[in-house]
């Protein structure tokens, strides 16, 4: 199965969380909160404005993000594949290296 986003929506796949503290302490698995970090998995085409014009997308498949913490919608397609569909406005920055 493919999800293919429409219009200014991003598909996300959030990045493991961190299961030790930088203090040392290890976190338990219901106590982690999910990362705000995530790999752009796939890009929809752009918005569209009231006069007609497409709205160039930002991020790129691949691009590695920071998103809003409450933002998008959680899809799981089967027990490994969970993703986050959010709008581009909810990508708060993008990790370079």
Do not use: N, W
Not at 5 to 21: F, G, I, N, S, Y
Not at 63 to 73: A, N, P
């Amino acid at each position: 199965m493919k999800l293919v986003p429409l219009e200014d929506r991003v598909v996300l796949k959030q990045l493991a969380a961190e299961t030790t503290t930088a203090s040392g302490i290890v976190i338990p698995g219901k106590e982690k909160e999910k990362p705000q970090q995530a790999e752009v998995i796939a890009v929809g085409p752009g918005k569209t404005t009231d006069d007609g014009k497409k709205v160039p997308m930002e991020v790129k498949v691949g691009d590695k993000v920071v998103f809003s913490k409450y933002s998008g919608t959680e899809v799981k397609l089967s027990e490994d594949e969970e993703y986050v569909i959010v709008r581009q406005s909810d990508i708060l920055a993008v990790i370079s290296d």
